[in-house]
């Protein structure tokens, strides 16, 4: 149960209670589950919304939202990512916050939307169409958080009341690391959860070799790089590996469950779900 006080929130739990400071509350956030996580790993979503409702937010969720365009995008069919951005645009314009689980996504907005809504404003300027896409574009960028930012960077916070009795090692993804300057910030959430036991994976900042079509296009160089990601992951001992990517954890799921290894992936939102119940 969460009882607020201020700009405190309090968790209240059969372990006693936590407090997270927390610099916004209340806040109407919109949920972009992406279109993988949508198709494969729904339960990322569901975590998401379990999160920030406990925070004392309201979630919606667009039901027109599709994809960001990015595999059309980074496998040069950008023709065909552009019409996906006034989509984009029209479902989420009107949010105070869109919140989305999964930083190559948010990546592929920020290094690419307001590129693409130039092109598109001025390729349709002579028919009357996309007029004024660029100021909204614009307008919308900085609303719009990968999920563990999110919570560190908008909201302040990094006891977000979480509950996980589990061995966990972190990846993090290339695309949070250098596209979005995460840093620190999933780990320092995963250090707040109770009853986690964190545990440092070497060489952390290197690539799982996934990178969408990259592990098609360069299988070999993509398994030879997997294999030493896997090896890192096996030598914490842990029971699972988080990423705030489900693409990664997809990849590096595969190989542990190939390897019948017993280690599982899974989104740091549901370990940040975690509570007594839940876990």
């Known amino acids: 149960m969460r009882v607020s006080f201020g700009k405190y929130n309090l968790y209240r739990t059969g372990m006693g209670v936590s407090a997270g400071f927390c610099q916004e509350c209340g806040l109407r956030v919109s949920l972009f589950i992406t279109c993988y996580n949508d198709t494969l790993f729904p339960e990322a979503g569901r975590a998401v919304v379990h999160v920030l409702e406990r925070l004392g937010h309201t979630v919606d969720f667009p039901a027109g939202q599709t994809c960001c365009g990015q595999m059309h995008y980074n496998t040069g ?9 006034p989509r984009f645009v029209a479902q989420f314009k009107d949010a105070e916050a869109v919140v ?36 909204e574009v614009d307008a919308l960028l900085p609303r719009v958080w990968e999920f563990s930012e999110f919570l560190t960077k908008k909201l302040g916070l990094t006891d977000v009341g979480a509950y996980y009795p589990h061995r966990v090692t972190y990846h993090a993804s290339c695309h949070g690391l250098r596209g979005l300057n995460l840093a620190d910030g999933p780990e320092s959430l995963l250090r707040g ?6 545990v440092p994976l070497e060489r952390v900042e290197q690539c799982c070799g996934f990178g969408g079509t990259f592990a098609v296009k360069n299988a070999e160089v993509s398994s030879a790089m997997l294999a030493e990601k896997t090896t890192a992951v096996l030598n914490t001992k842990a029971e699972v590996c988080t990423a705030c990517d489900n693409s990664c954890l997809m990849h590096i799921g595969g190989a542990l469950h190939r390897q019948r290894t017993g280690v599982r992936t899974v989104h740091i939102a549901e370990i940040l779900a975690g509570d007594e119940v839940r876990s």
């Open 100 to 135: 989305v689980p999964s930083s190559s996504c948010v990546t592929m907005m920020r290094e690419h939307y307001h590129s693409m809504a130039v092109s598109l404003e001025r390729d349709g300027s002579s028919k009357g169409e996309h007029r004024g896409l660029v100021a």
């Open 77 to 85: 069919y950008q023709a065909e990512a552009l019409p996906l951005l």
């Open 193 to 198: 959860v109770r009853g986690i036991d964190l």
